[in-house]
């Protein structure tokens, strides 16, 4: 089924995110994490990719086995910042293949290594949806917006008319980085609005479980942390099991106010945690059906 599907529907949609083992010796280990959360239910779930090597192969078979042994649909991501368009027509070849329908979009964070090869046919993501919505016009493209604006933009304004030219380019939904202040992704979903961005947005919603987890989501996202999450971590950071109740409370809160004030689609970075998830679906079983 593809996405777009499910976000045309009169329903709240939660999906959840997975992510591809690192290495060979976690494969049994994710593909257990991964059979539990698929066990749950959602209403699709998406697998990030796994650049370079043998690890992004992952990324297309563990969706494939959430729709063929899961029967629940998926999303593969697909990077293009080090690749070519041989490589991409190769990735977008085997998930075909595999029967995956929908394909998120993205251009990948650059290293600060200095061996990694710089973007030669791809620099932004946007001509990566280009060349998707050329070679294979039946796949079903999301794209990465931004409620805090992209860290490399210079202002938001333009960092908006990047995400309208990906949407004109054949996104068809945008899935947001992660945030933690329901306020700032509300003013975010106005300007998208203004700007006739009017593709179903889906809020990207990340549970802080763990203390040191803060640090690199903050660093990664550039989001903004409320003084109310930072008493969270502030008082239960140094307790593992009461943190991670802590903060499914948290992420629940920010699902139910989302919803109250009329976003219909959730997507949770689940970080490969069962139990995450389950506490999430938990707390929100009477709401989602």
């Known amino acids: 089924m593809k996405i777009t599907q499910l976000l045309q529907e009169d329903k709240v949609t939660l999906s959840l995110e ?6 060979d010796t976690a494969v049994e280990q994710v593909s257990r994490s991964v059979r539990e959360i698929a066990a749950l239910q959602p209403d699709f779930m998406s697998v990030t990719y796994g650049a370079g090597g043998g690890t992004s192969a992952y990324t297309v078979q563990i969706a494939k086995d959430i729709k063929a042994e899961y029967n629940v649909p998926s999303m593969a991501h697909l990077t293009c910042v080090s690749s070519t ?5 190769k990735q ?3 998930m075909q293949e595999a029967g995956i329908e929908n394909v998120l979009a993205l251009r990948g964070d650059i290293p600060a290594d200095a061996e990694f090869p710089l973007p030669d046919q791809f620099h932004y993501a946007v001509e990566l949806v280009r060349y998707i919505k050329q070679i294979a016009p039946e796949m079903c493209i999301g794209g990465a917006c931004y409620p805090e604006g992209h860290p490399e933009a210079v202002s938001k ?7 309208k030219e990906k949407v004109d380019a054949g996104c068809e939904f945008l899935t947001t980085q992660m945030f933690f202040d329901n306020s700032i992704f509300y003013n975010y ?3 998208l609005r203004e700007a006739g961005v009017l593709v179903p947005v889906i809020a990207g919603i990340m549970p802080i479980t763990r203390k ?3 640090g690199r989501s903050i660093q990664l996202s550039g989001s903004c942390v409320p003084a109310r999450f930072k008493s969270i971590v502030d008082w239960f950071g140094d307790d593992p099991a009461k ?11 920010q699902i139910i106010d989302l919803i109250a004030n009329g976003i219909s689609h959730i997507h949770v970075y689940t970080m490969n945690d069962p139990e995450v998830a389950a506490g999430i679906m938990n707390n929100l079983s009477a709401i989602l059906h």
């Open 18 to 23: 997975v992510f591809p083992p690192k290495k």
């Open 85 to 89: 368009k041989e490589n991409v027509k």
């Open 92 to 94: 977008l070849e085997c």
């Open 157 to 163: 304004a333009q960092d908006i008319q990047h995400i």
């Open 189 to 191: 979903m106005y300007r």
């Open 212 to 214: 040191n987890q803060v």
């Open 243 to 253: 943190m991670k109740q802590a903060g499914i409370a948290y992420a629940t809160d």
